[in-house]
């Protein structure tokens, strides 16, 4: 079984290698076909634009039979992501098809971004505070997602700041 998942693995990173969606990237980890990390960026003309957002994917030796496990590693406030991460989309659990492939599944988790599964009441979400000011007040909640944009980006600057300085002292 793991020798087909190698191969389906192998064959989806190849698509996205090819001809990856605009706004998604993902490839394996150096060492372990079964565990890749992926990029979504936030969708235009949604408080998300901007950001870029890690996952961590991991895929059991029986997909695509099996839907990977998915988990973003960036903070996120968002109705269907807990804040540790999981994910509540419904082709990461009782409408996985064996059809699907990495670059489908990312683009529906991109899109859940800009649209979120709406619930009967808040306290179903993964995150029943997002969904609430999602629901209630949708101008904090926009707020609140471009906070996170804005640490996100500040970081970024930050991190390459700090790696110019090290290549600095690396010269001299």
Known sequence: MAGMANRRLLR??????KDAPEGISASPQEDDIFRWTAVVFGPEDTPWEGGAYELDLR??????ATPPSVTFTSEMFHPNISQDGQICLDILRNKWSSSFDVSGLLLSIQSILADPGIHKTPEGAMNPDAERLYLQDRREYDRRVSQLVEKQLELAELAESQSEDESVD???
């Open 170 to 172: 690396t010269i001299e």
């Open 12 to 17: 989806d990173f190849h698509k996205l290698c």
């Open 59 to 64: 895929f059991k030796p029986d997909y695509p």
